[in-house]
């Protein structure tokens, strides 16, 4: 027959397992939820926050007063307003390098304004029709970056891209794409 001493004993064992098993349950509980918060950071930093880039490639809109006027249309692709959105410029006759951006003061720029969820806003610039025209006759190249650069809550980011003229479809080919 089973005593009073050792059935106690036999509960202090099984007493003893059960923390055990709730310690182990609770450490892996929080583990899991470390893994969640992280995910959740991620998924803050790049799911909840504006996405802003092209519709489409230049393509030009229209000539006129000796100026061919090109025009690009970009979207907000995220869930959040990307407020003042800059758009930079910059044309040169050789490839260019982002390293442009570093000084911005050397693009022009133009202040677009905000940009809500799916959004679209359209942004023109002119080049020179005699430009354009010894581009078509193979005596020139045209190269342009564009910029647009917008604030958001979590910092700042932007959209860049280095096209070249293609004189015989009559529009910019993207030579380099990033996203900041």
Do not use: C
């Not at 926050?49 to 007063?65: A, E, F, H, Q, Y």
Request: no cysteine; glycine share 6%.
């Amino acid at each position: 027959m089973v005593d009073l001493d050792q059935i106690e004993q036999i509960f202090v064992i099984l007493n003893t397992l059960g923390t055990i098993i709730l310690i182990v349950l609770f450490w892996k509980t929080i583990k899991h939820l470390e893994e969640a918060s992280k995910n959740a950071r991620i998924q803050t930093n790049y799911r909840f926050r504006p996405w802003v880039g092209p519709t489409n490639g230049i393509k030009l809109m229209s000539v006129t007063d000796n100026h061919h006027q090109f025009g690009i249309d970009i979207k907000n692709y995220g869930e959040i307003p990307a407020s003042k959105i800059i758009a930079m410029f910059k044309m040169k006759n050789e490839m260019m390098t982002r390293d442009l951006l570093k000084n911005p003061e050397s693009l022009d720029s133009f202040n677009l304004g905000p940009l809500l969820p799916n959004m679209e806003k359209r942004y023109w610039f002119f080049i020179d029709s005699d430009l354009v025209e010894k581009a078509k006759n193979g005596d020139t190249d045209i190269f342009t970056l564009l910029y647009f650069s917008y604030d958001h809550l979590g910092g700042k980011s932007g959209y860049g891209m280095i096209s070249q003229y293609d004189p015989k479809a009559d529009l910019f080919l993207h030579k380099d794409m990033w996203v900041d």
